[in-house]
C-alpha cells in the first residue's frame, strides 16, 4: 500500500502522465453522468429511432459549433406550431367551421434550410377536414400547395413533393421556397415568412393542428447522421461503453492470466505443460477472425462479443511472461518459509505469489484497454457491431455505409475517430509513466 | 533412543534425481549420502561445511520441505519421513526456520503485523489471540517499542531487525526446534554476535533444540555444544566443540581449521595451507571416501576404494576415516 | 614509508537521491606507496565501495558532489577529463575486482577473450603477442592454462574469481583495488585466492587497497588498516599495531565482535545502528553509540595523530 502512494507521489515528475490521468477521470465521470441522465433502456430506445423520436431533427446536420469555421450563418431548426398560438376557428353559414391559421418565422440566415417539413393532425369522427396551404415569401410571393386531406396525423414532406418541384419548375424546393423570383434561382430572401393554413372542418368538434418545420444545417453538440440521430447520444453513451468493455476484457484476460499462469506454475509437471501448450496453439489462433466468426454465425450482442474475446485471450503469451517471473518467485526464500511454518499450495499461490506480481501488471494492464476498445471498434465497423447499442464504432460503421466522407459529412466520422483517440491516448499515457513508476530500471531520475 | 531424544535421524538420504534424457543415463545428486544422528531437546548443534557440502538440503529435509529419499526422520518418536498431511500440519508447528537472506524470508509486501499473522492464521488461532502472541513474540526478540515495528514493512528495516522478525516468526508456534540456516552470514560483523546471542537466549528461556548451519567455524564454539562437519553430502565428523576445534580427528576438518585466519597481522607474512583441488560433485562422488582425491594422509588401496564406517577414536568424537580404523566403530 | 603511488586528499563524493544527497565519501585522505596492501575495514552503508568507485572515478548518473585531490605517482589526476583519465589511469595505473566479480564475466566470451580484451585496448597489442602476456597472467593467478578456452559458465566460483583478478592484472598495474573478492566464497577457495594474492605482492611488487568486512580475512594480507565510518576515515594504521589494539572505540567493538578461532573470548556487539548518509548527526558520527564519549566529541574531531605514526579521528588522542 505505501508503495502505491510512493508511486503516486512519483506521478508528479511525470507530465505525460498527469494529462493522460486527468483525461481517463474525466472520460470516467462523462461515462458516470452519461449512465445517470440517460439511462440504458432509454438509450437504446432513442438509438433504435423510428416511432417519430427523431422527427425534429434535421438529417446529417453539422454540429452547432461548425458555425464558428463558416462566415455564412448556418440556419437552425425553426418550429412554429399552431398550438402555440394563431390559431382561429370561426363558424360558418353552412355549418363547417373554418380554420385559419398563420406560421410565420423569421428567416435571417445565409444559407437555404435542409428541408421544410409539415405535420398536420386531425380530429374528427368521419369526415376529414379539408386544408388549403399558402407559402408566402417576405418579397409578398404566394405558391400555393396541394390540398390535403389529413387524416389524425398527416405528415407532409414539402421537401419531397415533386410534383410541386416540377411546377414551379425549381431545381430544389428549397431554393424554390426561399429564394426570390417564382423559381427560386434569386438571391436568397431574409425576413418573415408565412405558412397560412386555411382548413375547413365538417364537423362541430373537429379540431386541426398544424406544425411546420423548417429544418436547420447545424444541429446539437454533435451533429445529426442520416436518420435524424442526435450523434451526442451516442458519442456520450460510447464512452461507457468502451470503457467497460476496454476496463472488463482487460480485466478479465489479466486476471485468468494471471491465475492460470501461477497455478500452472506451482503444481508444475503435467499441469503445467497443458497449459503452456495451449497457449502456444492458442497464439497460433487467428484472434479476430474467429470473433468475426462467432459474429457471424452465432451472435453480434455486445456481451457474447466480450466474452468470446476473453475467453480467447485468456491462454495469452502473457502465460509465459508471467510464468518467468513466478518460476523465480517460487524459488524465493519467503515461499520457503511458507511452506517449513505449514501454508498450504493455495495460500501461497493467492496471499503470496500473486500479490508479489500484481503491481507489474498495472502498467501492461493500462496499457491494454485501448486495444480493447479499438477492437471493438474494429469489430463494429467490420458490421459485426451490436446492432442495438450505439458506439463509437457503430458510428463509423454507420458513416462508411452512408458514404460519409465522399459527401464530406466529416464531423461523422471525425468525432468517434478523436473520441477513440483521445482514449487510447490518454491510457497509452497513463501506462507509459505507470511502468516508468512500477519498472525501477526504466526510470530516468 | 532415550525420551530426551528430541530428533533422531537415521541414514537419511536426499537425492535429486535429473530428468531423463533422451540419450544417456540420469543420475542422481547426491545432496544427503546416508546421514545419522540423535539431537536431544535444548540441545544446539552446528553443522559446518561449504557451499555444494549438502547442509542446506539436510536442514530443509529435516524441515519437512523436501521427502526423503531413503532413510527415517523421528520426531518425538513420530515418524516424519512417511508422515500423512496431518502429522506434517503438527510437525511444522514444532519446527521454525530462520533462514540466511533475511530480506527475502519476508513478504516485501505485508507489514510486520500481518507476516507474525500468518502462521498463526494457518494453524488456527484466532484473531484475538493471534494480536496477544505477536506482541509477546516481538518483545522476545526485543523489537521493542512494539509499536513503532507492527506496521512497518520489510524494507524499513535494518538487516538485524529484519533477522528479528523472522526468528519471531519462527517463534510464534512455539516449537521444539529451530533451524537456522547461515542465520547471520548476511548481517554486518557487529550486529552477528547480537542476534546469535538472541537465539542463544531464547534457547536456553524456552528450552530449544537448534541446528545450525554455518560455513563460519570461528563463531561456532560460541553458540552450539556440539559440531557436525559435511563434506560430499555426509557428516565426516561429529563432537563436542571444544574437542573438535582443539582436536580434530578428519584431515578435512583439519585442513578446514588450517584455512581459516584470526585476526593477526603476521597471517600476511606466510601463506595459508590449503588442501588442492576441488570439493566433490555430488553427481559423480569419488570412490570410496569422499576426500581421499584431495587428503594428504590417504592411503591407496583403501580410500579410494571403499567408503570408511564410523568410528569413534574418542568418547562422543566420531569420524568417517580409515585412518581411524583400529578403534571402535 | 615511502607514499609515493597513491595520494588521496580531502576525497568528496556525494550522491543525489530523492530522499535528499547521501554523502557517501565525506573527506577521506590517506596515501599508499608501491608494494603495500591496505585494508579498508567497515560495516555495509560506511561508504567503501563509493570510495573505490571515486578513486576509479567509475560515478553513477546522480553524482551530486565530487571532488577532492587523487594523485597517482604524484600527478593530480582530478582534473583529467573523462577520455584522459580512461586512457591513463584507469585500468593501466589502477585496476579493479568488484564484488561478485564473477558474477560480473560475460556468458558468451570465452574467458581468454576477455582477458586478452584491456590488452588490445589499451595497448594495442596484436593477438598473438597478446596472448603470451594472458597465459603468463593465467599462471600467475593459478588457472591452469587449458582452462583458457572456457566460458564463465563452466567454471567453479574460485576460478572465476581468478580469472577477474587476471583480468585486472593483465596491463601490470601498479595499483589493485579488491571491493569484497571474497565475501561470496567458501574458506578454502578464500584461502587460495588470499594465497594468490600474496604471492602477487611479493613477486610483481603489485599494491592493493583490499576492502572489506571481514577483518579476519584482511590480515592475511594487509600491511596497513584504515577503517570507515559514515564515510570517514576514524583509524589509519599499521596492521601490526591495528590488529593487536585497535585505537579508535568503533575499531574496539568491531574487532571484539569477531570470533576468534583458536581462542574462547568474550564478544561484544555495538547496540544502534550507523547513521544515515543522509542525515548526519553533528560532531563525532561515532558519538551516539559510543560509550567513551564525553562533552567534547559535540565536535566533529579531525585526524589526530596518536603514537608509532598512527592515526585516530577520536578527541580521546587529542
Not at chain 2, 88 to 112: E, I, K, M, S, T
Not at chain 2, 128 to 140: F, G, N, P, S, Y
Request: hydrophobic share 45%; proline share 6%.
Amino acid at each position: 500500500m505505501t508503495a502505491l502512494r510512493a508511486g503516486l507521489r512519483q506521478l508528479r515528475h511525470y507530465p505525460s502522465a498527469l494529462i493522460g490521468m486527468t483525461v481517463v477521470l474525466l472520460l470516467l465521470l462523462l461515462s458516470l453522468l452519461t449512465v445517470l441522465t440517460i439511462p440504458y433502456s432509454e438509450a437504446i430506445r432513442l438509438w433504435r429511432g423510428g416511432e417519430g423520436v427523431w422527427d425534429e431533427n434535421p438529417a446529417l446536420a453539422r454540429p452547432t459549433w461548425f458555425q464558428l469555421f463558416s462566415t455564412r450563418k448556418l440556419p437552425q431548426t425553426i418550429i412554429v406550431d399552431t398550438r402555440q398560438g394563431g390559431k382561429t376557428i370561426a363558424d360558418q353559414p353552412d355549418g363547417t367551421r373554418l380554420v385559419n391559421a398563420s406560421l410565420r418565422f423569421e428567416f435571417h440566415y445565409d444559407a437555404l434550410p435542409s428541408e421544410v417539413g409539415l405535420w398536420l393532425s386531425a380530429t374528427y369522427k368521419e369526415a376529414q377536414p379539408f386544408v388549403m396551404l399558402y407559402w408566402r415569401k417576405p418579397d409578398g410571393q404566394e405558391i400555393a400547395f396541394e390540398e390535403r386531406t389529413p387524416r389524425q396525423t398527416d405528415r407532409y414532406f414539402v421537401s419531397r413533393d415533386e410534383r410541386l418541384r416540377e411546377r414551379l419548375q425549381a431545381r430544389s424546393l428549397e431554393e424554390a421556397l426561399f429564394g426570390a423570383g417564382t423559381r427560386g434561382d434569386g438571391a436568397l430572401l431574409r425576413g418573415t415568412y408565412e405558412l397560412a393554413v386555411e382548413g375547413i372542418l365538417f364537423e362541430p368538434d373537429a379540431d386541426l393542428e398544424a406544425r411546420l418545420v423548417v429544418y436547420g444545417k447545424i444541429h446539437g453538440l454533435a451533429g445529426t447522421d442520416a436518420q435524424r440521430r442526435d450523434l451526442g447520444v451516442a458519442l456520450l453513451w460510447g464512452t461507457p461503453i468502451a470503457l467497460t468493455f476496454g476496463l472488463l476484457a482487460a480485466v478479465g484476460t489479466t486476471i485468468f492470466s494471471l491465475t492460470i499462469s501461477a497455478v500452472g506454475t506451482w503444481c508444475g509437471g503435467r499441469l503445467d505443460a497443458i497449459i503452456q501448450r495451449i497457449t502456444e496453439v492458442n497464439a497460433m489462433l487467428p484472434g479476430l477472425t474467429l470473433l468475426v466468426m462467432i459474429g457471424m454465425f452465432y451472435s453480434r450482442s455486445l456481451w457474447v462479443m466480450l466474452l468470446a474475446l476473453i475467453l480467447l485471450s485468456m491462454f495469452s503469451l502473457g502465460i509465459k511472461t508471467y510464468r518467468a517471473i513466478f518460476l523465480s518467485l517460487k524459488e524465493a526464500p519467503y515461499i520457503e518459509a511458507a511452506r517449513a511454518y505449514g501454508a498450504g499450495s493455495w495460500r501461497i499461490v493467492f496471499r503470496y505469489m500473486i500479490p508479489r506480481v500484481i503491481p507489474m501488471l498495472i502498467p501492461a494492464f493500462v496499457t491494454a484497454i485501448p486495444g480493447f476498445v479499438f477492437l471493438e471498434a474494429s469489430l463494429s465497423i467490420l458490421g459485426l457491431g451490436d446492432p442495438d447499442i450505439p458506439t463509437w464504432g457503430k458510428l463509423l460503421f454507420d458513416a462508411y455505409t452512408n458514404e460519409a466522407l465522399f459527401k464530406g459529412y466529416y464531423y461523422w466520422v471525425l468525432e468517434p475517430a478523436a473520441l477513440l483517440m483521445l482514449t487510447g491516448m490518454s491510457f497509452a499515457m497513463s501506462g507509459f509513466a505507470l511502468d516508468r513508476m512500477f519498472n525501477p530500471r526504466l526510470r530516468t531520475a | 533412543m532415550d525420551n530426551s531424544t528430541l530428533l533422531a535421524v537415521r541414514n537419511l538420504h536426499t537425492w535429486y534425481e535429473l530428468r531423463q534424457r533422451v540419450f544417456g543415463r540420469a543420475g542422481a545428486v547426491r545432496a544427503v549420502d546416508d546421514v545419522t544422528f540423535d539431537l536431544a531437546a535444548g540441545e544446539a548443534i552446528a553443522v559446518v561445511g561449504e557451499s555444494g557440502c549438502g547442509k542446506s538440503s539436510l536442514a530443509k529435509t529435516i524441515l519437512g520441505l523436501y521427502r526423503p529419499t531413503r532413510g527415517e526422520i523421528f520426531f518425538q518418536g513420530q515418524p516424519i519421513h512417511s508422515a500423512n498431511s496431518q502429522t506434517l500440519r503438527w510437525y511444522h508447528r514444532q519446527v521454525g526456520f530462520v533462514q540466511q537472506d533475511p530480506y527475502g524470508a519476508l513478504p516485501p509486501f505485508l507489514n510486520v503485523r500481518r507476516i507474525l499473522a500468518e502462521p498463526l492464521s494457518i494453524h488456527g488461532i484466532r484473531k484475538a489471540q493471534r494480536e496477544e502472541r505477536i506482541r509477546e513474540v516481538l518483545e522476545e526478540v526485543k523489537l521493542v517499542p512494539i509499536a513503532d515495528f507492527i506496521t512497518k514493512f520489510p524494507h524499513m528495516l535494518s538487516g538485524g531487525q529484519q533477522q528479528r522478525v523472522v526468528i519471531a516468526r519462527a517463534m510464534l508456534l512455539r516449537p521444539q526446534l529451530i533451524v537456522a540456516d547461515e542465520p547471520v552470514s548476511m548481517l554486518d560483523a557487529s550486529v552477528r554476535v547480537e542476534i546469535l546471542e538472541l537465539l542463544r537466549n531464547l534457547q536456553s528461556a524456552h528450552r530449544l533444540a537448534i541446528i545450525y548451519i554455518t560455513h563460519d567455524l570461528s563463531a561456532v564454539r560460541h553458540f552450539s555444544e556440539r559440531i557436525f562437519v559435511m563434506y560430499g553430502g555426509q557428516i565426516v565428523e561429529k563432537g563436542q566443540v571444544a574437542d573438535l576445534l582443539r582436536h580434530p580427528l578428519h584431515p578435512y576438518t583439519q585442513a578446514l581449521l588450517r584455512a581459516i585466519p584470526d585476526a593477526d597481522a603476521a597471517n600476511a607474512e606466510t601463506d595459508r595451507e590449503v588442501p588442492p583441488g576441488e570439493p566433490p560433485s555430488l553427481l559423480h562422488p569419488p570412490p570410496g571416501c569422499r576426500f581421499h582425491p584431495r587428503c594428504p594422509l590417504v592411503t591407496p588401496g583403501l580410500c579410494d576404494t571403499q567408503e570408511p564406517p564410523e568410528f569413534e577414536p574418542e568418547p562422543l568424537h566420531l569420524t568417517l576415516c580409515w585412518l581411524y580404523k583400529d578403534t571402535t566403530p | 614509508m615511502n607514499d609515493g603511488l597513491l595520494q588521496i586528499e580531502d576525497l568528496r563524493l556525494h550522491y543525489r537521491t530523492t530522499q535528499g544527497v547521501v554523502q557517501a565519501v565525506d573527506g577521506v585522505t590517506f596515501a599508499l606507496g608501491p608494494r603495500q596492501a591496505l585494508a579498508v575495514l567497515g560495516e555495509s552503508g560506511c561508504g567503501k565501495s563509493s570510495l573505490a568507485r571515486a578513486i576509479l572515478r567509475l560515478l553513477p548518473r546522480n553524482v551530486e558532489t565530487y571532488d577532492g585531490c587523487v594523485r597517482v605517482h604524484g600527478l593530480d589526476v582530478m582534473p583529467f577529463d573523462e577520455e584522459r583519465f580512461r586512457r591513463e589511469v584507469r585500468w593501466s595505473k589502477i585496476a579493479i575486482v568488484m564484488q561478485a566479480a564473477m558474477n560480473a564475466l560475460n556468458p558468451v566470451l570465452r574467458v581468454v577473450d576477455q582477458v586478452l580484451e584491456p590488452l588490445l585496448v589499451h595497448q594495442g597489442l596484436q593477438r598473438e603477442a597478446a596472448l603470451a602476456r594472458v597465459r603468463a597472467v593465467f599462471q600467475m593467478v593459478g588457472v591452469p592454462l587449458d582452462f583458457m578456452g572456457r566460458y564463465a559458465f563452466e567454471l567453479s566460483g574460485g576460478m572465476r574469481q581468478r580469472v577477474v583478478l587476471a583480468m585486472a592484472l593483465v596491463l601490470q598495474p601498479p595499483l589493485v583495488l579488491l571491493d569484497e573478492p571474497t565475501s561470496a566464497l567458501d574458506v578454502l577457495t578464500q584461502a587460495n585466492i588470499m594465497n594468490v594474492l600474496k604471492r602477487i605482492k611479493r613477486e610483481t611488487g603489485t599494491s592493493f587497497m583490499l576492502i572489506t568486512h571481514d577483518i579476519a580475512t584482511s590480515s592475511e594480507l594487509a600491511d596497513r588498516v584504515a577503517v570507515m565510518y559514515a564515510g570517514q576515515l576514524v583509524e589509519l594504521s599499521d596492521a601490526a599495531h591495528f590488529f593487536h589494539e585497535p585505537l579508535h572505540p568503533y575499531a574496539q567493538k568491531l574487532m571484539a565482535s569477531v570470533p576468534r578461532l583458536r581462542e574462547a573470548k568474550k564478544l561484544a556487539y555495538i547496540p544502534g545502528r550507523p547513521p544515515s548518509l543522509i542525515d548526519l548527526p553533528q560532531g563525532c558520527r561515532f558519538a551516539p553509540r559510543c560509550l567513551q564519549r564525553f562533552a567534547r566529541c559535540e565536535q566533529d574531531p579531525p585526524m589526530m595523530h596518536a603514537k608509532d605514526g598512527r592515526q585516530v579521528r577520536c578527541w580521546l588522542y587529542e
